[in-house]
């Protein structure tokens, strides 16, 4: 298995009900919250990312 199928799978695993189930941390399981809104907050995003 390459890391390329592996880093799909993940992305796969974290799309799942609840979104964000698999994340490496709770800022990642955030960050992937954030990218499924439908109104997407670019601010929101970004204040996640960095603090």
Known sequence: MSVVEIEDMIQVLQSL????????DLTDCLLIQLRELEDYNELAY???KKH
């Open 46 to 48: 970004t204040i996640d």
């Open 17 to 24: 009900d609840p979104i964000g189930v698999g994340a490496k």
